[in-house]
């Protein structure tokens, strides 16, 4: 898991390992664990987050899930954590510098950046390296709506 602090949100990064057993259709259920998720947050952040959230989970089918936990400022009780969950099923794109010539990925130039997406499940190690080698693009709307493919 890798945690992302922002200004106004806090970025989960769980790989599928983490997340196979989810049934992202049981809202009770994520809702449930996401609260203890942010219970954990509060003793490792040493803070105190409490209030209303926005939870964006985008799910893709070869990385896991990213969660973007949105503080939305509004505070009920100081003891309670209220969650809106959205569930959005995305192809996560991976920014990297180099053009790499591989069957595995289609690839895609944006605003002079070059972007994968997987085609097919990748080996761990494929994985590992390409983690190691790029930035996770969740959010990939306007990236594929600029974007190219080459």
């Known amino acids: ?17 983490y997340t196979k057993c989810f049934d992202y259709n049981n809202i009770d259920e994520i809702e449930l664990y996401f609260k203890e998720i942010i219970l954990k947050l509060n003793n490792v952040l040493k803070t105190r987050l409490y209030g209303f959230y926005t939870l964006n989970i985008f799910v893709d089918k070869y990385y896991g899930s990213v969660i973007e936990i949105i503080d939305e400022n509004e505070i009920y009780d100081l003891d309670e954590i209220n969650l809106q969950i959205n569930i959005i099923n995305a192809d996560f794109l991976y ?11 289609e690839q895609y130039l944006c605003k002079n950046k070059i972007y994968l997406k997987l085609k097919n499940n990748p080996s761990k190690v494929d994985m590992l390296k390409l983690l190691e080698f790029s930035k996770i693009i969740y959010d990939t709307e306007d990236i594929i709506f600029c974007s190219k493919k080459i």
């Open 1 to 17: 898991m890798k945690i992302d602090i922002l200004k106004n949100k806090i970025v989960l990064y769980l790989k599928k390992e």
């Open 95 to 105: 920014e990297t510098e180099v053009y790499n010539k591989n069957d595995n990925y």
